[in-house]
């Protein structure tokens, strides 16, 4: 079966740095996207890797290991806006989005 | 960035009614479009794709009489959830993509609350 598996929850602390990770084993890959997602809201799209290596946008960045079926958000110098729910999303042969359940990232001053 | 506009925000219906949801991609062509569930504290979860001018795939355990699908132009998708129930209160969300290997562009998501 398809199965996308990243931490229920993490905590940290505002000015520092967290790493959010994400394990897949789907039927092909496509690509892989970070999601970030405040409560009650839709989505909205972070990054997309396809290739190995490191995506840096800003304070985000990404990293993705096909061959160990693994990727991670790095987020740098968090703020309380930060606080959300981060979505790991792997786009399988079908071109299907396989969504994980969500990492919460609870931000403290 | 592509945008995707989802009406209405919030809906609240009495039992038994139905609720129709619209999904416009404003200016771009979805050729495909999916409908999304979220429960509380929960992941999204795949209703169903529709690709335009054909019937919607939806996924095991949607009911396709319940959750109507509609795809009949490249920017305007809807989901009509028919005779709801307490049950069917849930966030729903749309997204589009203009097909190939693309992000996929939310809309903004309607909260159901069926009493």
């Known amino acids: 079966g398809q199965n996308i598996d990243q931490p229920t929850e993490m905590t940290a602390t505002e000015g520092a740095i967290v790493q959010i990770n994400c394990t897949y084993q789907t039927s092909g890959f496509n690509g892989l996207f970070w999601y970030q997602q405040h409560a009650g809201e839709a989505p909205t799209f972070l990054s997309y890797?396809?290739l190995d290596g490191l995506e840096e946008k800003g304070r985000f960045s990404s990293f993705l290991s096909r061959s160990k079926g693994y990727s991670y958000l790095l987020l740098k110098e968090l703020q309380m806006k930060d606080s959300a729910s981060y979505l790991c999303a792997v786009l399988d042969s079908n071109y299907q989005l396989i969504w994980g359940a969500g990492t919460k990232l609870i931000i403290k001053p | 960035g592509a945008v995707v506009s989802q009406h209405p925000s919030r809906v609240i219906c009495k039992s038994g009614t139905s609720v129709k949801i619209e999904c416009r991609s404003l200016?771009?062509?979805?050729?495909?479009m999916f409908w999304y569930r979220q429960f509380p504290k929960q992941s999204l979860m795949l209703m169903a794709t529709s690709n335009e001018g054909s019937k919607a795939t939806y996924e095991q355990g949607v009911e396709k009489d319940k959750f109507l699908i509609n795809h009949a132009s490249l920017t305007l998708s809807t989901l009509t959830v028919t005779s709801a129930h307490p049950e069917d209160s849930s966030f729903y969300i749309c997204s589009a993509r203009t097909g190939g290997i693309t992000e996929a562009f939310f809309g903004q998501g309607t909260r159901l609350t069926v009493v």
């Open positions: 890797n396809v």
């Open positions: 200016d771009f062509q979805a050729t495909t």
